[in-house]
């Protein structure tokens, strides 16, 4: 699985020029699947993403996880982090994960994040043609890959 995470100010996502959900400061967080993750990997990343001490503290200093500021995550799926574009032009999704394999593993890292963070966390819908949005903040962006944990 890889994540990127963004802490923001503020993010939505809009289906069909209508808003299906947003949030205020947190963290907007792509979340792509690979045919190779398992719920190994979720575990792992639910646990870097809520205790990620990426929020500044009194003395302007990162060093909150988002929990600690009692912040929210808006997570969206994002199938195309695993584009391969070695060969050509055209990015090729072949690691990707088929929806069948990629659903329950996306449902599974939203239900371990929601027990983590003690409350829901905001999604896209997974597959939909989404509108994102968001206030960037810093920008503190963040990529995380579960295979490679570096």
Sequence with gaps: MR?????VKSASVSIDNSLFSSINS????????????DEKDSEWLVQKLINLRIFSDTEGKMNLSVKEINGEILVVSQFTLHASTQKGNRPSFIK???????????????????????????TGSFGA??????INDGPVTIFIDSKNRE
Excluded at 26 to 37: K, N
């Design 26 to 37: 947190g963290l907007m967080v792509l979340v792509g699947i690979e045919d190779a993750d």
């Design 96 to 122: 990707a994960a088929r929806p069948e394999k990629a659903i329950p593993l996306y449902d599974n890292f939203i239900e371990k994040i929601n027990k983590e963070l003690g409350k829901e966390c905001k």
């Design 129 to 134: 043609d989404m509108q994102v949005e968001l």
């Design 3 to 7: 994540l990127i995470i963004q802490r």
